[in-house]
């Protein structure tokens, strides 16, 4: 029996999608480069929003989403170290620089940011029941 699936996380999906789809259009490197990363991160996002419980009223650094998807999914720490060595990388393109990325980086991180979706809404898709809050 499985529970439905959260509002919340399926609008994250949506984004993710619609972002990535957006990336495959884009004609400028940098900017494909950009795209895909945030559509995996919101891909993360939403696996996240799934799993990851409140901590505690502590106060500490802010954590990266790609730390904190390996704490809550470890199955997908080999994508968490990918997209986290790209998020430098985009950080900058962010910041104006657009030479810091080559077509075929954004073309591998197209195909990637891709096929992480893919595997996030599988294991968002098949959530036993009482998993999901």
Avoid: C, N
């Amino acid at each position: 029996m499985y529970s439905p699936i959260p509002a919340s996380v399926t609008a994250l999906l949506t984004q993710a999608k619609r972002t990535w789809a957006e990336a495959v259009l884009e004609p400028r490197v940098a900017e494909k480069y950009r795209a895909s990363h945030v559509a995996a991160l919101r891909a993360a996002a939403a696996l996240l929003a799934l799993r990851a419980r409140p901590a505690a009223a502590v106060r500490r650094r802010p954590t990266s989403a790609w730390v904190l998807l390996e704490g809550v999914a470890p199955e997908l720490a080999e994508w968490s170290a990918y997209f986290a060595d790209s998020a430098q990388r985009r950080a900058a393109i962010e910041a104006g620089s657009s030479s810091v990325v080559s077509e075929r980086d954004a073309d591998d991180l197209l195909r990637a940011a891709g096929e992480f979706i893919a595997i996030v809404e599988r294991m968002v898709g098949a959530l036993p029941l009482g998993v999901a809050s």
